[in-house]
């Protein structure tokens, strides 16, 4: 009986969606974590990401400038920025999926 190993052509897809989409791989992995996720605070990600402060303060604005995460509800008092996961984020997403689907 076949095994079926998902993960095996993972690196290459990864690599070629990095290349295609001009992103960097921790973009596309943090584009992962978020994907079902209604909304985030740049907290919830340092913390459930385990991701450092700077990551927060360097792709996440990146991401938004390109389109892959949007704003949510804005900035107001002591409230901080929420974000989602854009159309084109998830759209991404999913290809990822269905192509690393098709290579097994």
């Known amino acids: 009986m076949d095994k079926y190993n998902y993960l095996k052509y993972y690196r290459e897809i990864l690599f070629n969606f990095r290349d295609t989409y001009k992103l960097k791989t921790s973009d596309i992995e943090f584009l992962f974590f978020i994907y ?3 909304s985030f605070v740049s907290s919830n990600i340092i913390r459930d990401y385990r991701s450092s402060n ?3 303060t ?3 604005p990146e991401l938004l400038s390109k389109g892959y995460i949007a704003i949510y509800l804005e900035r107001a008092h002591n409230r901080a920025r929420k974000y989602m996961i854009s159309q084109n984020g998830k759209l991404l997403v999913t290809r990822f999926y269905r192509i690393l689907k098709e290579k097994i």
């Open 54 to 56: 700077s990551f927060v």
């Open 58 to 60: 360097r792709n996440i």
């Open 36 to 38: 079902d996720m209604d």
